[in-house]
């Protein structure tokens, strides 16, 4: 009878346990350093490549597996697999090292080299891993999946002067979002592609696709549609490396893009394809991130009073605009008040997503909007940060970009479709990833870039339409980085 009760003891263990934790090695999912082996295919094919996969930011291991099938697929398909947790909230140089010596231990453990395959930001530390702490050894192929090798746009938001406040508070800002702001990311990349070995390695796959309006993935789709092809949190540029074999762009978004259904048959050829006789399913050329300055978008934010107001202009011939409030607090009732004194009060609530898990966004979308001043006030009740963006899709958008970038001084009057165009820069100087406060802000002049670290840059225009009875206002957000040698990295936006 014990032997029995023993046995069925057993059976049901095994039955609850769940397959991805087969021959668990370490802690539970989420502990840095751990990983452990997948489950075993039945026919097991000593010719395939062991698998490890390698999670992104503010992630774990669990990313492959909880409400994904992608570890499944990989056992399905005959292959061995790892899973290895990373430091959710660190630079890729301290995951870079931590992952190499793990990536050792998985090499010993399998007798043979692997293809690593990183989502997200654990494509940039995976190559940090090869490149700075000697894993080469152990891997044949990287597989990148909407990997930021350029940073993103949505770092340096949650760096600037109006979109720190709401990242402060959730306990957004860590090592890991630093790392990915445009400049630092471009000081790493003239770095380490100097000191890449074995570029061949690599191959990179991108989306483009950030879903519709109250998606989770619509603010940073958003924000990011003037720098381009983009998945809601990476653009399509950045996801390419010039010397990679930059696979396919496909309509997937930033999350989707790792989901083994839709994933692991697209990837399948790329498993087994040697280094010399890579396929390729589109052109492999490198787009470069656009330098361009992206003058569709007007932002503010700040640690508010309570019912805080704030006002923007749109010009005549606006399209449409998109207007995001974002804060912590889901129940929040903004109030939307139009030039003609119509008020707005059914928004669409969402959480929000990358960077600013934790907070909610409260959003409308407007078809040709009146022009003037539009107000909106929070009805908050209590003090909180906040965050306002506000899209529009403008004929106005080209012009000040063509007119920015003729104009040295604060004006001009070169545009047809502009009377007077005004810019204020707002410089910030950051010591590092959390400690930001207070803001020192500086001259517009790139001469004031001394100390090594990074510089928040924020670009307020302003202007008048060359009827002169409309106002308009855009935002430009950019971070430079000043190595120690004094060289500025990064798109100076004036």
Request: with cysteine; charged share 20%; hydrophobic share 35%.
């Amino acid at each position: 009878m014990k032997k029995l009760i023993c046995i069925v003891a057993v059976m049901l263990f095994l039955s609850s346990a769940s397959y991805a934790y087969a021959g668990t090695i370490g802690d539970e999912p989420g502990t840095p350093g751990k990983w452990f082996r997948g489950e075993e295919p039945v026919q097991k094919d000593r010719s395939k490549p062991p698998l490890v996969f390698v999670h992104g930011i503010n992630s774990s291991s669990s990313t492959w597996f909880d409400r994904n099938d992608m570890a499944k697929q990989a056992v399905l398909n005959g292959y061995e697999s790892a899973f290895i947790d990373l430091h959710p909230d660190q630079n890729m140089k301290k995951n870079g090292k931590l992952l190499a010596e793990k990536l050792k231990e998985i090499y010993d453990f399998f007798g043979r080299k692997l293809i690593v395959i990183g989502h997200s930001k654990g494509g940039v530390d995976t190559q940090s891993a090869l490149v700075y702490y000697n894993a080469h050894p152990f891997v044949d192929k990287v597989i990148t999946l909407g990997s930021p090798h350029y940073g993103t746009p949505l770092a340096d938001l949650a760096y600037s002067k109006g979109g720190s406040w709401l990242a402060q508070i959730l306990g957004q800002k860590s090592e890991a979002l630093y790392s990915l702001q445009t400049g630092l990311m471009t000081a790493f990349r003239s770095e380490t592609d100097q000191l890449e070995k074995f570029p061949n390695k690599y191959v990179t796959y991108s989306g483009s696709e950030w879903g519709t309006f109250g998606g989770v993935l619509y603010l940073g789709g958003m924000y990011l549609k003037s720098f381009g092809a983009n998945d809601g949190a990476v653009t399509v540029s950045s996801t390419r490396l010039s010397y990679a074999n930059n696979i396919l762009t496909g309509k997937w978004d930033h999350f989707s893009i790792k989901n083994g259904t839709s994933m692991f048959p697209v990837i399948q050829n790329q498993l087994l394809a040697s280094l010399a006789n890579a396929d390729t399913e589109e052109e492999p050329e490198h787009e470069p991130e656009s330098t361009e300055m992206n003058t569709d978008v007007y932002v503010i934010g700040g640690e508010s009073e309570k019912d805080k107001k704030e006002a923007f202009y749109v010009e005549e011939g606006t399209n449409g605009i998109s207007i995001q409030w974002l804060n912590e607090d889901e129940d929040a009732k903004p109030e939307i008040v139009a030039p003609n004194g119509d008020v707005l009060t059914k928004l669409s609530t969402t959480e929000a997503s990358f960077p600013y898990e934790g907070a909610y966004s409260h959003q409308v979308q407007i078809n040709k909007p009146v022009p003037g001043k539009w107000t909106i006030r929070s009805n908050s009740g209590k003090k909180a940060p906040y965050l306002l963006l506000v899209s529009y899709d403008s004929p106005l958008n080209e012009e000040i970009k063509v007119a920015a970038a003729k104009s040295g001084d604060a004006s001009t009057h070169s545009s047809s479709l502009i009377k007077r165009l005004s810019k204020r820069v707002e410089t910030v100087y950051f010591k590092d990833a959390k400690k930001d406060h207070p803001f020192k802000t500086l001259s517009s002049s790139t001469s004031q870039m001394k100390k090594e670290g990074a510089y928040s840059v924020t670009v307020h225009y302003t202007g008048l339409t060359t009827s002169g009875t409309s106002a308009f206002n855009r935002t430009v957000i950019r971070t430079l980085y000043v190595d120690q040698h004094g060289t500025i990295h990064g798109d100076i936006p004036y």
